[in-house]
């Protein structure tokens, strides 16, 4: 979808590119991002014009052909939740992954979802992180939710590193990035 709103304007990325520099960021980061490494000024009200562009760009294929979770998702799900509360923080809008989580079925199997319409920071910055903790607590003001209590699975070295500063454990998953990816971003 990034390729969709990037292509156009000469700033094609290749999937390497992608992997290496912007997994993991959210779409307002990856725009500065791109733009800064090819030179280029950009503001806030065309930034937002894009992050609306690859989004109708995203719904579009996601629409067109349906993902289905990685395996072992929902048994780790199940297990996860028999723990405690479940919360999602990612990096994309949340008009990104309600479909997603409708169509897998699990949308009401999260306690919290933190995304980033709801920060102005994505990852790698831990602003998101910081921010589903306190909801956690205010949603289950009887658990005493301790930030290094809280286990985070993450998928990228930007989420790595949001989690690690907000101050959580972390468990890589190797499911966009091979594993030696994450232990990099881990430390």
């Not at 304007?9 to 290496?20: P, T």
């Not at 919360?87 to 008009?95: D, G, K, L, P, Y």
């Amino acid at each position: 979808a990034f390729l969709d709103v990037f292509s156009p304007m000469g700033l094609g990325l290749s999937w390497e590119a992608y992997e290496e520099g912007y997994i993991g960021f959210d779409d307002r980061g990856a725009f500065r991002e791109r733009f800064a490494q090819a030179g280029l000024a950009v503001d806030a009200q065309r930034i937002e014009s894009l992050c609306e562009q690859k989004c109708a760009a995203y719904l579009g294929r996601l629409l067109a052909a349906p993902p289905d979770p990685f395996p072992g998702f929902y048994d780790l799900l199940d297990q996860v939740s028999a723990l405690g509360p479940v919360a999602i923080n990612t990096s994309a809008v949340r008009a990104d992954i309600d479909p997603l989580l409708n169509q897998w079925g699990v949308g009401d199997r999260f306690s919290v979802i933190t995304t980033a319409d709801d920060v102005s920071l994505g990852k790698p910055d831990p602003a998101g992180y910081r921010l589903t903790v306190d909801r956690l607590r205010e949603c289950f003001p009887e658990r005493l939710f301790r930030e290094e209590r809280v286990l985070v699975l993450e998928d990228t070295p930007a989420g790595i590193q949001a989690a690690l500063g907000a101050g959580l454990r972390v468990m890589g998953i190797g499911q966009s990035l091979p594993m030696e990816a994450l232990h990099a971003a881990h430390g």
